[in-house]
C-alpha cells in the first residue's frame, strides 16, 4: 500500500512538472523563451506555485523519509500545505538537519526522493556539496532533472542576452557541481556554438581567444583576471577581443564592486550570472537582469518563480520577513523529481520588493549587495559585511594578512624542502663539467621556475579556481605562485556554504549577500 502512494504521488507530480513546464523545445519568442510564464502575472505566478505545491507536498511525505519524519514531528499532514500561505507552518530547512540525516543514513541520506529502483531505472548523474563544514550532501538526479535544468537554464539564458550566433568558450572543470553541467545542456538545447575549454593552460586558452573569436566566455571572476593579465604580458589587450560578455561564477564578482569593475574594465565586456544552491535549487535560481548594464549602480538579478518559491526570514527568529525588509533568503524548488525541497535556507541576506523591471520580465529582481561571511546557520552568530563600514576595514585587512604570511610561509618551507632534496640528489661534480646554473632545479622541466612545489607550479596556468583576492591575479603573474588553499573575494579562505553566488561553477563555495526585489 505505501509503495502505491508513493508512486501515486511521483506521477501525480511528474505530470504537474509536465504541465507547467511550458514551449519546452524552442523560444517561443526573440526576447523571452516561454512568455507566458516569463511575463506573467502576480497571480498567475501564485496559482502556479499553489498547484505545485498540492502535487509536491505528498510526493515528498511518500518519497522522503526525512519529510515523513519531519511532518510526524512537528504533527503536521501533507494536506495542511497546500498553499503558499501555509509554507510559514513549515520551519526553515537548515544545512546541519541535512548533514546530520546523511550522517545518520549515508552514503545518500533520506532527504531526497530518489530511491535505488529509480537511480537504477532513469539515474543521470550524482551531485554533492563540499562537505567542507561537516558530511557532504549528496544528490541523485534523473534524466527528468536534467530535462527540467536545461529549460530552466536556456530559459534564463535567453533572457541574460545569449542569442544565435554566439560561440561560448567554457573554461570550467566538470566536477561534481551543477553550474557548467546545466549550462552545458542548457547551450544544447538552444543551439549553441560551445568551445571546450577544460584540460589547458592558459596561454592556450588565450590563443583560443585570439584566433576563434568566441563571444562569451566561461569562467571563474578571479581566471577571468588571471586570464586577461596573461593575454597583456603577451602583448595582447583583452578589451577589442570578440568577447563582450563574461558568464562568472563561483565567487562574487557582481557584488563586490572593486571586482567588477576591474574585470570590466579589463576585458571591456559585461559580467552575467546565476543563482542557485546545490540543495535547493542547482539549476538557475536567479539570473542577471536583462536590464543590466555597465553602468548600473546596484546590479539586479531575477528570480524564478514559476519553479520555486522565494522568500526572506529574520536571521534570529527564522520567521517570514514582509516586502522592503531584509532577511535571510529561503527557496521551496518546484522543479524537480529528485530534490523538491520545501523552505530551504539558502542563507544570504535579501530585501524583497515589488518594484517592476525595465523589461517585459514579471519574476523577481535580485539586488546584489553583499553574502555574510559566516553562514546564517553557524552557531557563532550573523556577521552582516553589507555595511560599507565592514567591506573594506581593518578587519578584513588584518585578516588577508594573515592569509598572506601563511601563503608565504608555506613556499619558503617548500623551497627549503626542495633545496634540501637537490643536495641529497645532486651528482658529484666532475673536472671539466661545470655545475648547475645557480637557482635552478637540474631535474625541473624545461621552462620552469627552482624553488617550491614544482608540480603545482607547472599547473599554475591551469589553475582554473584561483584567488580573487585584490592581489591574487597579479601575484600569479608575478612570480607564478598559487597559494595552497583558494582565497575568497574578500580575502578569506571559502566556509564551505551550500550556495553559489548568483552562479557557481561548484557549491560549498563563498556567498553573497543580496537584495531581491519582485518585478
Known amino acids: 500500500m505505501a509503495n502505491q502512494r508513493a508512486e501515486s504521488t511521483r506521477q501525480t507530480w511528474l505530470a504537474t512538472l509536465q504541465k507547467f513546464r511550458l514551449d519546452p523545445d524552442r523560444a517561443a519568442s526573440a526576447d523571452m523563451w516561454s512568455p507566458r510564464l516569463d511575463a506573467a502575472s502576480r497571480d498567475e505566478l501564485v496559482a502556479i506555485q499553489n498547484e505545485k505545491l498540492r502535487a509536491a507536498v505528498p510526493f515528498l511525505y511518500e518519497n522522503s523519509p526525512f519529510y515523513r519524519r519531519r511532518f510526524a514531528r512537528l504533527g503536521l499532514l501533507p494536506s ?10 513549515w520551519p526553515v530547512v537548515d544545512k546541519r538537519e541535512m548533514m546530520t540525516d546523511a550522517a545518520e543514513h549515508p552514503p545518500y541520506g533520506t532527504y531526497t526522493t530518489t530511491t535505488d529502483e529509480v537511480w537504477a531505472k532513469r539515474g543521470w548523474m550524482m551531485f554533492s556539496s563540499s562537505g567542507s563544514t561537516g558530511a557532504p550532501r549528496v544528490f541523485r538526479y534523473t534524466h527528468i532533472d536534467r530535462e527540467a535544468w536545461a529549460w530552466a537554464n536556456a530559459r534564463a539564458l535567453l533572457a541574460m542576452g545569449f542569442r544565435p550566433g554566439e560561440t561560448v568558450f567554457m573554461m570550467s572543470g566538470y566536477g561534481p557541481h551543477v553550474w557548467a553541467w546545466g549550462v552545458q545542456y542548457a547551450l544544447q538545447k538552444m543551439e549553441l556554438a560551445t568551445i571546450p575549454g577544460g584540460g589547458m593552460d592558459a596561454r592556450a586558452r588565450a590563443n583560443i581567444i585570439l584566433r576563434f573569436k568566441p563571444t562569451i566566455l566561461l569562467c571563474t ?9 596573461l593575454m597583456q604580458s603577451m602583448g595582447h589587450d ?8 563574461l558568464f562568472l561564477a563561483g565567487e562574487p564578482a557582481l557584488a563586490v564592486e572593486p571586482t567588477r569593475r576591474r574585470i570590466e574594465n579589463l576585458w571591456n565586456a559585461r559580467i552575467v550570472e546565476f543563482y542557485g544552491c546545490t540543495e535547493a535549487s542547482p539549476h538557475v535560481g536567479g539570473y542577471s537582469c536583462p536590464a543590466l548594464n555597465r553602468d548600473t549602480a546596484i546590479p539586479a538579478t531575477h528570480l524564478m518563480e514559476d519553479v520555486q518559491i522565494w ?3 529574520d536571521p534570529e527568529t527564522r520567521q517570514e ?6 532577511g535571510l533568503t529561503v527557496c521551496t524548488n518546484l522543479n524537480s523529481e529528485s530534490s523538491p525541497q520545501l523552505r530551504f535556507l539558502v542563507g544570504d541576506y535579501a530585501t524583497l520588493t515589488t518594484e517592476r523591471c525595465l523589461r517585459p ?27 560599507p563600514g565592514r567591506r573594506g576595514g581593518a578587519r578584513f585587512a588584518r585578516k588577508r594578512r594573515r592569509v598572506r604570511d601563511r601563503h ?8 627549503h624542502h626542495d633545496g634540501a632534496l637537490r643536495a641529497l640528489r645532486s651528482p658529484k661534480r666532475r673536472p671539466g663539467v661545470a655545475p648547475p646554473p645557480r637557482g635552478r632545479n637540474p631535474h625541473a622541466l624545461r621552462g620552469q621556475s627552482s624553488g617550491g612545489n614544482s608540480r603545482a607550479r607547472y599547473a599554475a596556468e591551469d589553475r582554473v579556481q584561483g584567488a580573487a ?7 600569479i603573474n608575478r612570480g607564478g605562485q598559487i597559494p595552497p588553499r583558494r582565497v575568497s573575494a574578500t580575502g578569506v579562505p571559502p566556509h564551505g556554504g551550500s550556495g553559489y553566488s548568483a552562479g557557481c561553477l561548484g557549491f560549498g563555495l563563498t556567498k553573497v549577500d543580496f537584495r531581491l526585489s519582485h518585478n
Do not use: F, M, N
Not at 583576492?469 to 601575484?475: H, V
Open 80 to 89: 495542511d500545505i497546500a498553499s503558499v500561505e501555509d509554507l510559514k507552518k
Open 238 to 245: 583583452p578589451a577589442p577581443t570578440s568577447v563582450h560578455t
Open 408 to 415: 608565504r610561509h608555506r613556499r619558503r618551507r617548500a623551497r
Open 311 to 313: 522568500e526572506t526570514v
Open 361 to 387: 520580465h514579471s519574476c523577481a529582481r535580485v539586488g546584489l549587495v553583499c553574502r555574510p561571511r559566516r553562514r546564517p546557520d553557524q552557531s557563532a552568530g550573523h556577521q552582516d559585511v553589507s555595511d
Open 221 to 229: 571572476p578571479s581566471y577571468a583576471l588571471h586570464l586577461g593579465r
Open 469 to 475: 583576492g585584490e592581489g591574487s591575479a597579479e601575484e
Open 321 to 326: 520577513e514582509p516586502p522592503g525588509r531584509r
